[in-house]
């Protein structure tokens, strides 16, 4: 099983919303005291697999330049669920957004195993212009 499963993914047009959705499977209460973050695969150059967002343990957030003002992270520890609010979408945030949690070390940039399905699928959003 793996560790979420995330929800939400589609295609819109640009200026368009989606909201994501990643829940820790079998209700795993170390999701909700963790970093929890959002992956996408770049497509160029060299596919690095981009932090889009995360919440940290000590409950600050980061987004990266591209989504600030657009995009929004947040919890709900009760569900063991965090989303993302994807507002004023753009053809470039087209991708597969994966979601990852760790509770002993700290998310960071460019983390392979988020995008290649360590943590889950992922959801696919397409952007059209």
């Known amino acids: 099983e793996a560790p979420v499963v995330e929800s939400g993914g589609g295609s819109v047009q640009a200026g368009g919303s989606l909201r994501l959705s990643c829940t820790a499977s079998?209700?795993?209460?170390?999701?909700?005291?963790?970093?929890i973050g959002w992956y996408r695969q770049l497509q160029a150059p060299g596919n690095k697999c981009e932090l889009v967002?995360?919440?940290?343990?000590?409950?600050?957030?980061a987004y990266v330049d591209s989504v600030k003002g657009r995009f929004a992270i947040s919890q709900d520890n009760a569900k063991h669920t965090a989303y993302l609010q994807m507002d004023s979408l753009k053809p470039e945030d087209t991708a597969v957004y994966s979601c990852?949690?760790?509770?002993?070390?700290?998310?960071?940039?460019?983390?392979?195993?988020?995008?290649?399905?360590?943590w889950g699928q992922g959801t696919q959003v397409t952007v059209s212009s």
């Open positions: 079998g209700w795993d209460s170390t999701f909700d005291d963790s970093d």
């Open positions: 967002s995360v919440i940290r343990r000590n409950g600050s957030i």
């Open positions: 990852a949690y760790e509770k002993g070390d700290s998310l960071i940039d460019d983390d392979p195993r988020a995008c290649f399905g360590y």
